[in-house]
Every structure is written in C-alpha cells, then in structure tokens.
C-alpha cells in the first residue's frame, strides 16, 4: 500500500483527542500555537506529501539509477562490443599477416623451384644432344663399313677394307679364327680422330663440310677412337666423347660383321644351255667381269663371244648396240666344253683368246660358295624369311597357310631406283638344305627389283617391260683399286639391281638386264629357244660382300658403356 492510500485510510478513521491552543498557550509562544492550532489531521497530510516527495525523489533516484546502470550496461556493451570489434580487426589482420606470409613463402619455394627446374631440364637438354651425338658419331663411323668413300681413301683402304679372308677364301674383317683386322687399345687405338687437333677438328665438326656438320653446332665430337674389339668374332670398338654446353658423354660400343657372301664374277653357274636335242641357246654375255660354268656351255656363235681388250670403250650400251664386241675385264671359263650351236658340227670352230675350256677337274673352277644355314640365319635375323609351297607361293614367316600366300615377283619388286628390298630368303619345300627333289618354282615378272635375293628354287625369270635406267661403276682397272679409277655409266633397262642365287635352274625369256650378279647352281636356260638373252653387268663392290641394302656390320648386344663426365 502506498503513502497516499495509507493517509487516507488514516483519515477515515475517527479522530483522537488531541491538546488545542488553550491547552498549550502556556508552553509555546503564539505564532507557534498559532500554526498548531489546526488539527493534527494537516500534520498527516503534510507527511503525505512528505511522504510522496520522498517517494517522488526516490523514484527519481531509482529512475536515475536505472538509466545510469543502463548508461552504464551500453557503455560497458559498447566497449566490450568494440573490444571485440578491435580483437576481431587483429584476428582478421593477423590471418591477412600468415597468408601473406605463406603466399610469399610459397611464392619464393616457387621461384627456387623453378630455377632448379630450368636448371634440371638445361642439363637434361645438354644431356640428351651429348646423347644424341655419341649416336650420330656410332652411326657415322658405321656407315663407313658400308659406304667407305665417305672417309678419306688413305683411311679407307688401310682400316675399312677388308684385309684378311674367311673359311672360304672369300674377303674379311674377321679371319677363320675369329680375329678381327682391328688390333689396337684403347690406349693405342687403331683409329683416332681429336677435336684437340685443329684439322681433325674441322673434320669432324666443321659446320658445312665436317663429318657431324648435321649436329649444326648444337653438340661437338671431341673424340672419336677405333680400336679392337673384347670378344673374338666382334669386329672392333668405337669409342666417342661428345660434349654439349657443361655435359660431356662418353660411349663404347662394338661392331660385329655379317658374313656376306662375295661374288666374284658377274654369272656363275653350273651349266650354261642345254643340250636337249633342237633346243637352240640363248645370248648370255658378261660386262665388266668373268662368266664362269662349271659345266659345258651351250652358245649360239662364236663371234657374240665378246672380246677381251685393255683398249676397249667403258659406256653403258648392251653388246647388241656395239658394232664390235669387245671388254676390258671378260673371260670364259668353262669346267667342260663349249659348243655353238649354229656351226655344222663337222665345221672346227676357233675359240676366242679370252675363253678358257676343260679347267675341270685341274685346274678346277672355283665359284663362290654361299652357305644355305648363314644366309637363312642371317634373314631370320634382320632380313625377310619365306617359306614356299608346291605351287609357288610364298609365305613370309615360313608359316606355310593355305590361300595366305604371295606370289614372288609380288616379294621381289620395288616401286623404283633406291627401294631395295635388303636380303630375301626363300627356303626349299621341307625347309631343309637344297636337294635335286626338295626345290620348288617361282615365276617372276616384275619391272624391276633391287635387293639380294636367295632362293632355294627353280627360278621362271619372264621379262615383259623394260626396266628401270640404273647409275653405275665400272671396275678399277687392273692392278688399282681407287674410287677415282672407276668409271661412271647410266645402264638402260635394269631389270635387277643386285644379286640373285638360286639353287636350282634359271630360265629366262626376253631380254633380262641385271646390274650386280647371278649364282645359279643348275643351269642357264633360254625358255624361247633362242630369242631371250641374259646381260649382267658386274657391280665391283660384290667382290668384297658389299650388296646394295644388306648391313655390312651391326651393334653387338650388350656391349654398349655410357660414362657421363
């Protein structure tokens, strides 16, 4: 209950006696008594006001307390607010802070890496042209095996030709028991060409006419030795030191050399026509080089025998557009007899100077002897191998599968001059060595072929176009063996570039033009009575194993040494 109320009810209620002026004028003065002499009714209602204004001053009080403890509440929630606002701020500015600092952490550990990386891949650059130039230098110095007019001739003929001789007599690098022609060390290398010395540096590294001028200055040959090899049979070592900007490379590898067969004359056969009653023989006439029959030769007339002279032209025309026959390095040697078929028998015919008849059995007839086990070793190797079936198709693999096979002038032709097709092997019908009744029989008619071609068959050679016009080289003359000796000629015509031994018989028909060779263990054949004719021109390279597309040496397995310095 309030103030008011409680003065009020207080009111109400009947009034005590209280003491009045005259009870008290003797013991208060007169204002006093004067201002007393009201009932005490105003005293109560003076303490109610009293009352309210103390209550007035208290709710004041209470209302000033209560805004200033919410005064005080805001500015304590204003502070704390912006006490959390400014922690905020530093939390956020600190978090800024650590992703820059990782951000340029990162971007330096970026940096550094990068530079470490250019650094890797320049050297793995460098590495790689070392690399590729200790290559180059291997394929180089194996291409002079094969094409040795490619280094100069006093370095040809004392270490790239072949000085020593087979089992078989035949021209070598590797003597019958397994010794190479190269001897030397690595310390005393037989072979060795130093960029330390300036004219051999021109020749190895001069931009426009140095041996590795391909390289275009990107890599330098700095060493390149040649010396014997580490194994018997091997050929010799090649040993290069190449460098490219701060990487120098060093690589050994050994050479091995293929056995390739040489030829010696440009036909070599067992027979030369046939002496079946009526059969008329056909012209097979030899240019450059011997014309060797183990035999009896069969010829139409003496007179298209052509003569042998020191004096004779060097060109490229057929003995048919020759007014006189005539060359400077044919002979006729001839094991049995030789006889002409358009001379009476009873008629003596005198034999040419240049043809040698009854060399057999003293003093014999030496034909080159190909191996049936190496040849069919080597196509396996890096050749082409095919088997063949009765009716003369061929089978690459010799995987005989009836309706997959080929026929041969398919196998044998190539689409022009330079598309040699390297070393073909057709095998015999049980794919063992050649017998008189394990030979099969293949046809060719084909433009032109380019390759050495085996064939353990009867061969049907049926020409029916011309060929294809084959640059040339004569043979030195005798007693010299330069390059510059030789003399250039463009042959017309060329049905076969290369070499083609068979182990049967070879028949032609038409007017068959090969440049390089033929080995024919049967016999030379004219299957038009008469009208073919077979021309060989002796390639000179085929006296030293050199055939057109066939490898010369390769890398032996296992034998390469790589020493980065």
């Keep these: ?17 209280w003491p009045t002026y005259e009870n008290f004028i003797s013991s208060i003065s007169i204002g006093t008594v004067a201002r007393r002499q009201r009932p005490m009714r105003w005293c109560a209602c003076a303490c109610v006001r009293k009352l309210e204004c103390q209550e007035r001053r208290l709710r004041r009080t209470l209302r000033s307390g209560l805004e200033c403890n919410r005064r005080n509440r805001t500015m304590s929630n204003n502070r704390m607010r912006f006490r959390y606002a400014e922690n905020e701020r530093g939390v956020a500015l600190l978090a800024v802070l650590m992703v820059v600092f990782l951000m340029t952490l990162l971007g330096l550990t970026s940096a550094q890496l990068a530079g470490q990386e250019m650094i890797i891949a320049g050297a793995l650059h460098e590495e790689r042209l070392a690399q590729h130039a200790v290559d180059a230098a291997v394929d180089v110095v194996t291409g002079w095996f094969h094409d040795p007019a490619l280094v100069p001739h006093d370095i040809a003929s004392t270490f790239l030709a072949k000085r020593t001789a087979n089992a078989q007599g035949a021209p070598s690098y590797v003597d019958a028991q397994g010794r190479s022609q190269f001897i030397g060390t690595a310390e005393q290398p037989d ?12 020749l190895l590294n001069d931009p426009h006419t140095g041996w590795f001028r ?66 008329r023989p056909g012209s097979v006439t030899a240019h450059w080089g011997d014309l060797v029959v183990r035999g009896h030769a069969y010829l139409s007339r003496a007179d298209e025998i052509p003569a042998k002279s020191s004096l004779a032209s060097v060109t490229g025309q057929s003995y048919a557009e020759m007014g006189y026959r005539e060359d400077r390095w044919v002979d006729l040697w001839i094991g049995g007899e030789v006889f002409f078929s358009q001379v009476p028998s009873e008629t003596k015919t005198e034999v040419p100077a240049n043809v040698h008849v009854r060399q057999m059995p003293v003093p014999g007839i030496k034909m080159d002897q190909w191996e049936y086990e190496a040849l069919k070793r080597m196509a396996k190797q890096f050749g082409r191998y095919y088997g063949i079936d009765r009716d003369g198709f061929l089978y690459l693999g010799g995987v005989i599968q009836p309706g997959s096979g080929i026929r041969a002038a398919e196998v044998f032709a190539s689409s022009g001059v330079g598309n040699h097709q390297g070393l073909v092997f057709i095998d015999t019908l049980d794919a063992q060595p050649p017998r008189a009744d394990n030979l099969g029989t293949i046809v060719l008619d084909q433009e032109y072929a380019e390759g050495m071609f085996v064939v353990n068959a009867h061969v049907h050679w049926r020409v029916r176009e011309k060929g294809q016009s084959v640059p040339a080289l004569s043979p030195p003359p005798e007693g010299e063996t330069s390059l510059g000796t030789r003399v250039p000629a463009q042959l017309s015509d060329i049905h076969l570039q290369g070499v083609l031994y068979t182990a049967g018989d070879l028949r032609y028909a038409g007017h068959v033009k090969i440049y390089g060779g033929i080995a024919a263990q049967g016999a030379l054949v004219d299957e038009t009575n008469g009208l073919g004719a077979l021309e060989v021109w002796f390639n000179h390279e085929l006296r030293d194993g050199f055939v057109q597309g066939v490898p010369v040496v390769f890398q032996a397995p296992g034998s390469r040494q790589v020493r980065i310095m």
């Design 1 to 17: 209950m309030g103030p008011r109320a409680w003065c009020e009810r207080w009111m109400a209620e009947p009034v005590p006696w």
């Design 191 to 202: 072979l060795v060409f130093d960029a330390a010395v300036p004219a051999q540096d021109r």
């Design 214 to 279: 391909s390289l275009k200055g990107l890599a330098r040959i700095l060493k390149l030795r040649v010396y014997g090899p580490t194994r018997p049979g091997l050929l010799c070592t090649v040993e290069v030191m190449a460098g490219a900007g701060r990487v120098t490379k060093s690589v050994a590898m050994e050479l091995g050399a293929y056995a390739i067969p040489s030829l010696h004359a440009p036909i070599q056969t067992g027979a030369l026509g046939s002496d079946v009653e009526g059969s």
